[in-house]
């Protein structure tokens, strides 16, 4: 009985040890608020010392006032939280967990609307609270309408209204509505103000300046323990769904409809080069814009100070005393996976993992020992679960090697990707693999995939993944399997160029630090320094080795119906020819010359359907370059929006007393946004052939990009020199023109930047003489290397990180030259950089048209 009584105490006194806080949601439970549900259920919060209550919104009570008032220590707001902070409440913004908000307008597909100026006159439901919706209203700004040209409705937060046609439009999240009207048989449409440029924040994290202040520790570990639990949530949507509907759902959805809540959440919660949760200042500042044109607010402060500082790192007692007693970490590598982890020309640990131990010794001050004995991944494997190392620099996450280690949060997430021969079509999916011999690293977790989900299919064992690819390119695997970052890599740098991505598999690597199963406090720790990191580190670390732009495989579908077409053609042409030969031996000298013509007509049918074969494929290149450019192209809305609706709030302010100076200032931005529009319109009409060339001055069109670029070149410490005649004029099309000159200093500022030499400076020149005028962009960047010095023009080469680069550059800037202008773009290097010159024809107007 005492033993009992004394276990008793026992728990009690520890449940009281533990610091109680409160987390108010702005809504009733559902997956838009798992990860909060997660890190309570699976105990992330009581290991960092925390009793967490969480409180919906069955109250009725706003979060924003239960933190302020100290009913809450923590609350989720939207991005209307900078509103607070302007007007002068004291917030600290912690995790944006949706870097762009699931709010849209929703409507009935059968109704047709489905642009945001066709809801003039239309009925319209919306919340009572318009600062929520502002990204709504900043749309409806953007098009020409104000709320007064709408019907609106007070909101029946009732989705069947839309089925009903009770209403035409209402405010919906798209992760809720358009599940539940599909399910009653409505298909719906979400008019998103994304898409008009009004991409805002949603669900923040955030608390007080006093809780900060007086409870860092304790701000530190919520915010930790939350982000791990947000994570688990979206990597395990399935259960994370099944714990919410048996737990938190007074909403009583159904197991599907949060499954696909949190699939579809997912989407918005992650963006690329971007770490989870993370908030920019430049993004706060452009949404208060919207706040500001819908007249919610005056002025737009620093948002510096409303951000929660992530790089201040905090380790408890117990954190600061294990890293003391083990100052030495003894850490198992992969030789041969660049660019991930291999070891380099002086024998050293190299790439991204190596970057980031080099962070976490810097971090935490104590030494990471590389072992380099064992040159096997496997055998690295098998000594950190004999202990015989204390953990591995970089690991994939699977099921089964959670049996036997521990693992930090991800660093780095790869798809997995499908190589073949460049003779191959696309491939689907694994399952057209069946039967197929396809190459997989030992130990990887690919060949965990492979031998656990796709037993049809024979795995073709390789050391590491430059040896698998090999494998593929000898004929003895059919395909291989591997992370993109990976293959795009080694085939780059090891001239594979017989095999290409041929398509994606259901699986993505998840990278992180490995540890012996009795080491979770090194785990915990290192959790730690990864949330720490500021997006200059992981932009330094990952844009320093990630050099590959992603592609997305080609559908050859079409291209291969017209190889089969020609086949058969060809059969025929055969067979054809034989039949002629036989004719030709029984018959006279007029058959054979007939019988030559006949051929001479067959070769010109053949090398037709060759021509067209070519004109096909470039036109599929083509629609891929269009509709690149139209996404760039959108990028340009949200900041052509805010200028234009500032303008129209300026112009106002004018007519109304304002002072001639103001009135300048209009004109000048207003020349500004036809510029950009007009440089919009260039991208679209790209390839169109209603354009005319007009006699430009060479300086004056340099002083319009200088204008453009100065200020960024300014920034970044680069002068630029200039030896132009100030009467040369050039027969172009200007605006193609200035995006070619952009792209090359563009061009020339990057390369300046990364080769960080003494001298930083652009020169440019011309030169010309009665027939030609040459235009010279030279820099001090350090040249192109000679290895790729020959690919620079070709389209879809790029040297840049993920989202970071198209490489369609440098290849429209030569289509440009060559194509429309008749004129040439070459490249050499300099002693100091490389210089690229443009040769123009004086007088001679090129056609315009598709280039071939």
Excluded at 185 to 201: C, L, M, R
Excluded at 345 to 352: C, D, P, Q, V
Excluded at 534 to 550: A, D, F, K, L, N
Excluded at 782 to 791: A, L, N, S
Aim: glycine share 6%; with cysteine; charged share 25%.
């Amino acid at each position: 009985m005492r033993k009992l009584l004394l276990l008793a105490l026992f728990f009690v006194s520890l449940a009281c040890s533990k610091e109680h806080v409160t987390l108010q949601l702005p809504w009733l439970n559902q997956f838009q608020f798992a990860g909060y549900y997660i890190a309570k259920e699976r105990g992330y919060y009581a290991n960092a010392g925390l009793d967490v209550t969480i409180l919906d919104a069955q109250k009725k009570e706003a979060s924003i006032k239960s933190v302020l008032e100290g009913k809450a220590q923590y609350g989720v707001g939207h991005s209307s939280l900078i509103v607070n902070y302007v007007n002068g409440d004291p917030l600290i913004l912690m995790a944006a967990i949706y870097q762009s908000s699931p709010m849209v307008l929703l409507t009935r597909k059968d109704a047709h609307i489905t642009d945001a100026k066709e809801l003039k006159d239309k009925r319209v439901m919306l919340t009572r609270d318009m600062v929520q919706w502002a990204e709504i209203q900043t749309m409806l700004r953007s098009v020409g309408l104000t709320v007064d040209d709408l019907q609106v409705q007070p909101h029946s937060f009732d989705p069947m209204s839309l089925a009903r046609g009770e209403t035409d439009a209402m405010v919906a999240y798209i992760s809720n509505e358009p599940y539940i009207l599909k399910k009653a048989g409505v298909e719906t449409y979400a008019i998103n103000p994304k898409e008009y440029g009004f991409d805002y924040y949603s669900d923040i994290l955030f608390t007080t300046k006093q809780e900060i202040t007086e409870h860092p520790e304790r701000a530190e570990a919520f915010y930790e323990a939350s982000m791990k639990g947000w994570l688990w949530a979206f990597d395990h949507i399935d259960e994370a769904a099944e714990v919410i509907y048996r737990k938190y759902n007074p909403q009583h959805k159904s197991l599907e409809a949060l499954i696909y809540e949190g699939r579809t959440l997912k989407e918005l919660a992650f963006r690329p080069n971007t770490a989870f949760g993370s908030i920019d200042p430049v993004r706060l500042e452009m949404i208060a814009q919207g706040y500001r044109l819908v007249g919610i607010l005056q002025s737009i402060p620093s948002f510096e100070p409303l951000l929660y500082n992530h790089s201040v790192m905090h380790l408890n007692e117990k954190e600061k005393a294990w890293l003391k007693a083990h100052p030495v970490v003894r850490v198992g590598i992969d030789h041969n996976w660049a660019p991930v982890e291999s070891i380099d020309e002086k024998g050293r640990h190299s790439g991204i993992s190596a970057s980031y131990l080099e962070l976490l010794e810097k971090r935490l001050g104590i030494h990471f020992e590389v072992d380099y004995s064992r040159q096997l991944w496997s055998d690295s494997i098998r000594a950190v679960q004999k202990k015989e190392l204390d953990m591995l620099s970089c690991a994939a996450i699977t099921d089964k090697r959670k049996e036997s280690l521990l693992f930090s949060r991800p660093y780095l997430k790869q798809s997995i990707v499908i190589v073949a021969d460049s003779d191959v079509g696309y491939i689907n999916d694994l399952n057209d693999l069946g039967g197929k011999k396809v190459a997989v690293v030992r130990s990887y977790a690919t060949e965990e995939y492979l031998r656990k989900n796709h037993p049809n299919i024979t795995p073709v064992l390789a050391d590491n993944a430059l040896e698998a690819l090999q494998k593929v390119e000898s004929g003895d695997a059919y395909a291989c399997i591997e992370g993109l970052g990976v293959v795009s890599y080694l085939i780059e740098r090891n001239g594979l160029k017989h095999l290409k991505v041929v398509g994606e598999t259901p699986y993505r690597y998840e990278l992180s630090f490995a540890f012996r199963n009795d080491w979770g406090m090194l785990a915990s720790i290192s959790d730690k320094v990864l949330a720490s990191m500021t997006p200059s580190e992981y932009q330094e670390i990952h844009g320093r080795w990630m050099v590959m732009e992603r592609e997305k495989p080609v559908n050859y579908i079409i291209i291969w119906s017209v190889t089969g077409f020609l086949a058969i053609l060809f059969l025929l042409i055969v067979y054809k020819n034989r039949r002629l030969d036989v004719l030709v031996r029984q018959r006279t000298d007029e058959l054979e010359i007939f019988n030559q013509r006949l051929q001479e007509e067959i070769e010109k049918a053949v090398a037709k359907n060759r021509k067209q074969e070519k004109l096909l494929m470039q036109q599929a290149k083509m629609a891929e370059i269009g509709s690149m450019l139209e996404s760039i192209a959108h990028q340009w809305r949200q900041p052509l929006n805010i200028l234009g609706l500032s303008m129209t709030r300026l112009s106002l302010s004018c007519s109304l007393g304002g002072s001639k100076e103001a009135s300048n200032v209009i004109d000048i931005a207003e020349a500004q946004i036809e510029y950009m529009s007009q440089t919009i319109d260039d991208f679209r009409n790209f390839f169109k052939q209603d354009r005319s060339q007009i006699s430009v001055n060479i300086n004056d069109l340099v002083n319009d990009v200088q204008a453009l670029l100065g200020p960024l070149l300014v920034r970044k410490k680069i002068s630029v020199k200039r030896e132009i005649d100030p009467s040369m004029n050039v027969l172009v099309y200007p605006n193609e023109l200035k995006q070619v000159l952009i792209n090359l200093i563009n061009n020339a500022r990057e390369a300046i930047e990364h080769h960080r030499g003494a001298e930083r400076w652009i020169l440019i020149r011309s030169q010309s003489d009665e027939r030609y005028c040459t235009i010279s962009v030279e820099d001090s960047g350090g040249g192109i290397p000679m290895t790729i010095i020959d690919k620079i023009f070709d389209p879809y080469f790029t040297t840049k990180f993920e989202s970071q680069g198209t490489g369609i550059g440098l290849y429209m800037a030569k289509t440009i030259i060559e194509k429309h202008f008749l004129g040439k773009l070459s490249v050499y290097n300099t002693p100091k950089g490389a210089c690229f010159d443009i040769r123009l024809n004086r007088a001679v107007q090129a056609d315009s048209g598709i280039p071939t």
